[in-house]
């Protein structure tokens, strides 16, 4: 069969889309709708140079907005442990943007955090690899005082870690998403064996197969997510600019609670 023979890159593939769009419909179609609404709002938002809050926070609302459009791409193809991955992609996002909404000085704390990056990765090389030529470049920086100057620059605006991501979650009321998200779909970015069972079709406890085809677990809830903490990137950028949301937002939100409630009238638990 097709599928067989080119995966994923298949025309049998977009066949296999089509149906996983059917049988979800209500949920793709509301994710559609929702990512037209933010793409709208984007185009409202207009930072500037002077404004370095505003500026962080509109490049974060466009990465979670594009990441949420990789997010339904890929549950619409099938990649049910991939569009797990970008449901944590995107709830990191969000933390990271509703933080630097609700702080003046959050996104400072933030950009510095690629001094410290670059420290590390400084050190890395002094320590692991001070003899390979493949960092020559890098080792001629250091010597001639590089690290120094990072070091005195970090001591001198006194650049710390940012709080874990737990208490920055916790600071913007989103410690329950973080025990329940990102915990549950932290196996899909670092590759768990539980992650890997999504591949084994089997009947108690016995392998029957290896399936590593299109699959739509998990699709309702992860399809919610998405539209969920896209509303929520929508509403806390607008507030943020104008001090204002756009009307239909909370016609969104209620759409979302329907389609939550029919949901959780089918939901049955998987094994944690």
């Avoid at 619409?76 to 933390?95: D, Q, S």
């Avoid at 630097?100 to 000085?105: L, M, Q």
């Avoid at 677990?217 to 509303?231: S, V």
């Avoid at 029919?262 to 939901?267: A, L, M, N, Q, V």
Wanted: with cysteine; aromatic share 12%; net charge negative.
């Amino acid at each position: 069969m097709p599928i067989d023979e080119n995966g994923f890159l298949g025309k049998e593939a977009e066949l296999s889309a089509g149906k996983i769009y059917e049988k979800h419909k209500d949920y793709f179609d509301f994710c559609y709708d929702v990512n037209q609404f933010a793409q709208k709002e984007k185009y409202k938002f207009e930072p500037s140079d002077n404004d370095g809050q505003k500026l962080v926070a509109i490049l974060l609302f466009t990465r979670i907005l594009n990441s949420t459009q990789a997010g339904v791409f890929l549950i619409n193809r099938g990649f049910c442990i991939e569009g797990a991955a970008m449901v944590r992609i995107v709830f990191e996002l969000l933390i990271y943007l509703k933080n630097c909404c609700t702080d003046k000085r959050f996104h400072i704390q933030y950009a510095q955090q690629d001094i410290l990056k670059r420290r590390k990765r400084l050190n890395t090389v002094v320590n692991n690899y001070p003899d390979d030529s493949d960092f020559e470049k890098i080792k001629e920086y250091v010597n001639s005082g590089g690290l120094d100057e990072l070091n005195r620059e970090i001591k001198r605006e006194n650049i710390k870690e940012l709080p874990t991501k737990f208490d920055l979650a916790k600071k913007v009321g989103m410690k329950h998403d973080y025990d329940t998200v990102y915990r549950l779909n932290s196996d899909a970015i670092h590759p768990s064996i539980k992650s890997l069972e999504k591949y084994v079709l089997g009947e108690y406890g016995e392998l029957k197969t290896i399936d590593s085809g299109p699959n739509d677990n998990d699709a309702e809830i992860h399809l919610c997510t998405f539209a969920d903490y896209l509303l929520i990137a929508v509403h806390d950028v607008s507030i943020l600019f104008y001090n204002d949301i756009d009307p239909s937002f909370e016609t969104f939100r209620d759409r979302l609670n329907q389609l939550l409630d029919k949901y959780s009238e089918t939901w049955k638990p998987s094994t944690p």
